[in-house]
């Protein structure tokens, strides 16, 4: 399987700001020492065609961030900090390590994941909650139109809501989108995506998970030839931002249904990391650690 990485994915932001850079070469050291570490070829994406970018959000909001245009409203908006022009290719590298990963699975690959992206709270024509273009939305466009997958299942299972992706898609009937997120978390004004499922604050493994699955069953009737999974695990109960209980073996079975769901309907899986902000980081890398892992034993 492969993983996506660049090291500017690392650069333009500071590591004492919210967001927490240090988890990415957390990870990549994690699964550098697993067993099925030989399964797992780390990548270098290319930068996202710009073309790409446009089919997602409007030419006045891309070339203003191109251009390090954007007002000081819009900046503070997304939060990531402190804001300067290396953000740039960070996000072009980011982006497209999802668009590079979405290529491996158009050419036959069970499984591919960016080792970042997920970046959910875009907006077509505004950033926001440390999301500036969202892959996912630019990734199912790319599916549907260039790639020609009759039906994108986008299964957002961060703690918050996959607004940006549901405002984007909400026209396009051959994307679907899910969202389990905590009902008293960010965004506080939700967005309707073609299926929400809102737990309350403070729910634990058990009770999370039922609600998964009773909420899996409801999609039955959903056909689709593609999976993206945006795999936050800003649910873990150590999670600064996610006002939820799960663990690290809740995440692990949350993953398991997921790829299980996957398997059963023969789709391959997109994997976008999303959000994972523990104090210590520790328990966000074990948990995306295990994430990547599950999904190449996926690709076996
Ligand atoms: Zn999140």
Not at 31 to 60: C, F, G, M, Q, W
Not at 143 to 169: C, F, K, M, P, W
Not at 186 to 215: C, R
Not at 256 to 266: E, N, T
Request: charged share 25%; net charge negative; glycine share 6%.
């Amino acid at each position: 399987m492969n993983i996506y990485y660049h090291p500017l994915y690392t650069k333009g932001i500071d590591s004492k700001s919210t967001f927490p850079k240090e988890r990415y070469d957390l990870i990549k050291d994690a699964l550098a020492v697993n067993e099925l570490s030989n399964t797992i070829a780390i990548k270098t994406p290319n930068k996202v065609e710009i073309n790409d970018v446009y089919r997602a959000h409007s030419k006045d909001y891309v070339d203003a961030f191109l251009n390090s245009d954007l007002s000081e409203k819009q900046v503070r908006e997304i939060g990531l900090k402190p804001w300067s022009d290396k953000i740039i290719d960070r996000t072009l590298f980011l982006t497209g390590g999802s668009v590079s990963a979405l290529y491996d699975i158009y050419k036959g690959a069970p499984v591919s994941a960016n080792m970042a992206g997920g970046t959910h709270h875009a907006f077509s024509e505004r950033g926001s909650g440390f999301c500036i273009f969202n892959d996912i939305a630019i990734c199912a466009i790319k599916a549907i139109e260039d790639y020609n997958y009759n039906r994108v299942l986008i299964i957002d299972l961060d703690v918050h809501q996959g607004d940006g992706t549901a405002s984007i898609l909400k026209n396009n009937d051959n994307a679907y989108t899910f969202s389990v997120h905590c009902k008293q978390n960010f965004p506080f004004k939700k967005e309707s995506s073609n299926t929400d499922v809102e737990v309350e604050s403070g729910v634990d493994d058990q009770a999370y998970l039922n609600i998964l699955d009773k909420s899996l069953d409801t999609l039955n009737s959903v056909e689709s030839d593609i999976l993206f999974f945006q795999a936050g695990v800003d649910t873990l109960n150590t999670d600064r931002y996610g006002k939820l209980s799960l663990t690290i073996e809740g995440l692990n079975e949350r993953n398991k249904m997921i790829f299980d769901f996957a398997q059963k309907r023969k789709n391959p899986i997109l994997i976008l990391m999303g959000g994972g902000y523990s104090e210590p980081i520790d328990n966000t890398v074990a948990a995306f650690r295990d994430l990547f892992i599950a999904a190449a034993k996926y690709s076996l």
